[in-house]
């Protein structure tokens, strides 16, 4: 697989789009697809529950990696029969990538950041899954994609 750039809206679309990819790792970034910026810690336990549920049958997938820069953690992680789940925390995307250098390949990133998600699925060589809300995110959010979008042709080139 050689690493692609797509954007999608709903959530309900991320198996079928990661089967396409036939990604054996996902590594899922947190606000906002699984838990909103603001979100309170059941919101984060449920949506962390919500998501490895959308995407425990998809076919190949053998790792699936939450992960966030911020220091919010999970109360547990689910587990999932065949499918390693894990968490990282202050995972300072995109510049730290070792934690992610065991995990099955290939590989898809998840999230909202083309400057952060979007960097660490190029360092790592795996495809990018532009998670665009409908809704709008907090001003800072907006303003990160802002600036992703006008670095996204640079960074994914077609």
């Given at each position: 697989m050689s690493p692609q750039y797509q954007q999608f809206a709903d959530?309900?679309?991320l198996p079928r789009l990661?089967?396409?990819?036939?990604a054996r790792t996902l590594v899922i970034d947190i606000e906002p697809l699984v838990a909103a910026w603001d979100g309170v810690q059941d919101a984060l336990d449920q949506g962390i529950d919500t998501v490895l549920d959308l995407v425990a049958d998809t076919p190949g997938v053998q790792a699936v990696c939450f992960s966030?820069?911020?220091?919010?953690?999970?109360?547990a992680l689910k587990a999932v029969p065949g499918v390693e789940v894990i968490y990282l925390v202050?995972?300072?995307k995109p510049l730290v990538i070792a934690p992610y250098r065991r995990l099955p390949t290939?590989?898809?990133v998840?999230?909202?950041q083309v400057m952060t998600d979007g960097l660490l699925a190029r360092r790592?060589?795996?495809s990018f899954l532009?998670?665009?809300?409908?809704?709008?995110?907090?001003?800072g959010p907006r303003v990160l994609d802002t600036a992703g979008q006008l670095a996204r042709p640079l960074i994914f080139r077609h």
């Open positions: 959530a309900g679309d990661a089967a396409e990819l036939r966030t820069n911020s220091a919010r953690r999970p109360s202050s995972a300072r290939p590989g898809v998840v999230g909202d790592l060589g795996y532009h998670y665009r809300p409908p809704e709008p995110g907090p001003v």
